[in-house]
């Protein structure tokens, strides 16, 4: 999904940024607003299965992927700065629990 473009080619118009959180890979995929895809980065991380039927993730590894997608894209030249709309999606029956300080447990 990576793509590689010189910045000289961006794009002027806005543009959208869909990000996945999956179970073992965050994709965050650049498109301009006619719909056209113009980037994309891939990140993988793991999970744990402490027992059958169960995975564990750690979401600190969800945002270390994200940032690394946002840099990959931005370090490709494209302009972030134009991002107007985000869409995010996530795994299914996902829970983040935190603690009373908002930190995860």
Same mark, same amino acid.
């Given at each position: ?53 169960? &995975?564990?993730? =750690?979401?600190?590894? %969800?945002?270390? *992927?994200? +940032?690394? @997608? !946002? &840099?990959?894209? =931005?370090?490709?030249? %494209?302009?972030? *700065?134009? +991002?107007? @709309? !985000? &869409? ?18």
């Amino acid at each position: 999904m990576d793509t590689e473009r010189d910045a000289a080619e961006s794009p002027a118009s806005p543009s959208i940024l869909a990000v996945d959180a999956g179970t073992s890979s965050l994709k965050a995929v650049l498109y301009e607003d006619g719909g056209r895809m113009l980037a994309g980065s891939t990140q993988r991380y793991g999970y744990q299965a402490p027992q059958p039927g169960w &995975a564990e993730a =750690d979401p600190e590894d %969800w945002w270390s *992927a994200l +940032v690394a @997608a !946002l &840099a990959h894209l =931005d370090a490709q030249g %494209w302009p972030l *700065a134009r +991002v107007e @709309a !985000l &869409a995010l999606t996530g795994q299914m029956h996902t829970a983040v629990l935190l603690d009373a300080d908002g930190q995860v447990v």
